[in-house]
């Protein structure tokens, strides 16, 4: 099942008035910068020198509240617990939080639930558990805000309940805007919240509050000592959970994140450099990349098939010699991970290509499906198909699963119509979970596909490639990779610079990988002249080995500017993200 053919978005040109306005700066990362929305002249500033730009916590709503009643328990001594979430987002919610609360003195016992057995989010049972331990205080992090009933219900146990989540909040037709009844909710998606920047991550959001209990003790100090560790602490756990979660890296969190890089490659975290070496990276070379596709995977993995107290425990563990078998276990459950999904991802493609019917939203339930896995399966799928994707297993006498969308389709706001067929959902635009009684299914599927259909139906469903700006390859250089670098950390909002180079000729070819998945060229620009003329690049096409047998011996490639090391030595290569018959010749 080849990828869906993509729509190459070619940003148009800056005005020459724009670009006028920076003639400090190369015209390439004028372009690439105003395509990301980048403009404002101290935008731009604080976007290439790395200043930071953080806001005061207190405009948070509910954050002025949240520190005077964390101040209060450090000041008469109670029990405080902290409900973190499974993922690498929650569980680097719940490290940093917990950290900095012991570090007020407080005691603190941390909460994350299991996937399997709980699910997503507060649950009754957890409640009870939390109150027995004495808890007085309860403080989510990533997750709550749509826990409506079972912070009530927390509540009426005795126990204070402060929310930080980013999560969308519930919507009704006929009560609007519904946050769960907590002393503070602090989440900046919520109505008449004055907090400048929206997208920060459940662990930003963590931070946030340590920083403003931090600079509340410095002010005036109610601990009985003082504060054993300070914000820079924090910060690669803010870079771990940011990226992991694929948070935008713009704004705030491009500044958190680019601090946070910082403390990743000091690796003073004993967790954090375990990792490193089980991955063989080396520190003072982690870059968001890095995080996005080696360490956040590790620390995902232990909340998707085992527990997330081993991510957990990898992170606070007191030194390398607790910490390396932690991490040795973490890099044994990705592989496993990796494993599982390739495999539910092929029984996926099968259920799809033996019903024949081409639908605008597909949702494929299996018994045999771990949970761990589902939504990565529904991922491979939405991308795969360019269409909305929901993946579940079927336990008992219900379904529970996640849900993968494209831009077009709002997936929460598709659930939030179907919540009287559901047990629990939640989520974001792109991505979500559900659980439905097995016996409401068929016409939760049937509901959904009448949603997306109504949505859909008529509209070009292509995934669009946006292309930053069409280059000759032989202005591609050292230089210009450098140039690029500027833009790091790359991620979320703010992608690696993708660029196109049209009419190239194809010198050789070849497939790669386990199953030749993969596709490499050797390529030249035949129109070229100068210094650069008649030199070969190297390009490798991950994913593209489809195109082996029908490919052009001209070809359009759009494709990202990398450095290639191997066994030394360093070459400049072409990362593919698309190919297409050459429109020149």
Excluded at 34 to 62: M, Y
Excluded at 149 to 172: C, K, N, P, R
Aim: hydrophobic share 45%.
């Amino acid at each position: 099942m080849p990828p869906t053919l993509k729509r190459w978005n070619i940003r148009p040109l800056v005005p020459p008035d724009f670009r006028a306005r920076f003639p400090h700066l190369h015209p390439l990362l004028v372009q690439i910068l105003h395509n990301r929305g980048v403009i404002d002249p101290d935008d731009v500033d604080a976007f290439l020198t790395g200043r930071v730009r953080v806001d005061d916590p207190l405009r948070l709503s509910g954050m002025a509240v949240a520190v005077e009643r964390i101040r209060r328990a450090v000041r008469e001594d109670e029990p405080v617990a902290v409900y973190g979430d499974f993922d690498a987002d929650g569980v680097t919610s719940t490290v940093l939080l917990v950290q900095a609360l012991r570090a007020l003195g407080l005691r603190v016992t941390p909460y994350i639930p299991h996937r399997v057995d709980e699910g997503y989010g507060l649950n009754f049972g957890a409640m009870d558990k939390v109150a027995a331990w004495g808890a007085r205080l309860v403080i989510t992090v990533d997750c709550g805000v749509r826990s409506l009933e079972e912070v009530a219900y927390a509540q009426g146990l005795g126990m204070d309940v402060i929310v930080t989540d980013h999560h969308s909040i519930v919507h009704s037709p006929e009560r609007g805007q519904e946050l769960p009844p907590a002393l503070a909710v602090i989440n900046p998606k919520q109505a008449g919240d004055r907090y400048p920047f929206k997208d920060l991550a459940g662990v930003g959001l963590a931070f946030k509050l340590a920083q403003a209990l931090f600079q509340a003790e410095r002010e005036d100090p109610v601990a009985a000592a003082p504060l054993s560790l300070g914000e820079a602490d924090l910060l690669d756990l803010v870079a771990l959970g940011t990226v992991a979660d694929l948070a935008s890296l713009l704004g705030e969190n491009r500044s958190l994140v680019q601090r946070g890089l910082v403390e990743i490659n000091r690796a003073r975290r004993p967790g954090v450099l375990a990792m490193l070496d089980e991955a063989r990276l080396s520190p003072g070379r982690v870059d968001a990349t890095a995080i996005g596709f080696v360490l956040g995977p590790r620390l995902n993995a232990a909340g998707r098939l085992a527990s997330a107290s081993i991510a957990y425990r990898l992170l606070t563990a007191p030194d390398a010699i607790a910490a390396r078998s932690i991490a040795i276990k973490l890099g044994e459950l990705n592989r496993k991970r990796q494993a599982l999904t390739q495999r539910f991802v092929a029984v996926a493609r099968q259920r799809i290509e033996q019903e024949r019917t081409k639908r605008y939203i597909y949702l494929i339930d299996d018994a045999q499906f771990e949970h761990g896995v589902v939504g990565l399966v529904a991922g491979r799928l939405a991308e795969e198909l360019y269409r909305p994707s929901l993946v579940a297993r079927v336990d008992g006498e219900s379904t529970r699963g996640s849900a993968r969308s494209i831009p077009e389709f709002d997936i929460i706001a598709a659930l939030d119509e179907c919540r009287d067929l559901l047990l629990r959902h939640g989520g974001h635009a792109a991505a979500a979970g559900f659980t439905v009684a097995n016996d409401r299914l068929p016409e939760l599927r049937a509901r959904l596909e009448a949603l997306a259909e109504a949505q859909l139906a008529g509209r070009d469903l292509r995934p669009v490639l946006d292309i930053d700006v069409v280059i000759e390859l032989g202005e591609l250089d050292w230089a210009t990779q450098a140039l690029l670098a500027q833009l790091e950390p790359c991620g979320s909002a703010n992608p690696q610079p993708v660029l196109a180079s049209l009419g190239l000729e194809v010198i050789s070819k070849s497939q790669v990988g386990l199953e030749a998945q993969h596709l490499k060229l050797t390529v030249r620009d035949p129109r070229a002249f100068g210094p650069g003329s008649g030199q070969e690049w190297e390009a490798i096409a991950f994913r593209h080995g489809h195109w082996y047998g029908r490919l052009p011996r001209t070809v359009d490639l759009a494709y990202t500017l990398e450095c290639n090391e191997f066994t030394g030595a360093r070459r400049l290569q072409l990362n593919v993200k698309d190919i297409r018959p050459a429109e020149v010749s």
